[in-house]
């Protein structure tokens, strides 16, 4: 069973930055696609940004965060970054960490194919 641990969340202004971490342990997972979703009060979990196994050159983002948000992967801390800036209002949620057993070139994730879910940190954006 993998273990992710994630870290980074917070309360910040419109405009504002964070930068989220998750620290995954419990198997290998240099050659899979990685994650990050989120949650809003009242909505379904929706996919925010991933990228792939290898060099991690395959990076790919849900619309509403492309160009504001960037994805990254450090394998020596077997470990998953994703830096916001421009926050929003609307980026208001639970933030999680999420792993797969995907392989090769793709442009999204869907819930369904996350082999495991990081308990989550709250970013809330005041306006």
């Known amino acids: 069973q993998a273990q992710l641990v994630e870290s980074g969340g917070g309360l910040v202004q419109a405009g504002g930055s964070l930068r989220l971490s998750c620290v995954a342990s419990g198997r290998t997972f240099t050659g899979y696609h990685m994650g990050w979703f989120r949650q809003a009060p009242g909505k379904d979990r929706e996919f925010v940004a991933g990228?792939?196994?290898?060099?991690?050159?395959?990076?790919y983002y849900a619309e509403s965060v492309k160009g504001r948000f960037t994805i990254s992967r450090d394998y020596t801390k077997n470990a998953l970054f994703l830096e916001m800036n421009s926050l929003k209002p609307e980026d208001t949620a639970a933030y999680y960490c999420a792993t797969t057993r995907i392989v090769g070139w793709v442009n999204t994730i869907s819930a369904r194919e996350v082999k495991d879910w990081g308990q989550g940190t709250q970013v809330t954006v005041s306006s």
């Open positions: 990228i792939g196994g290898g060099t991690g050159s395959n990076r």
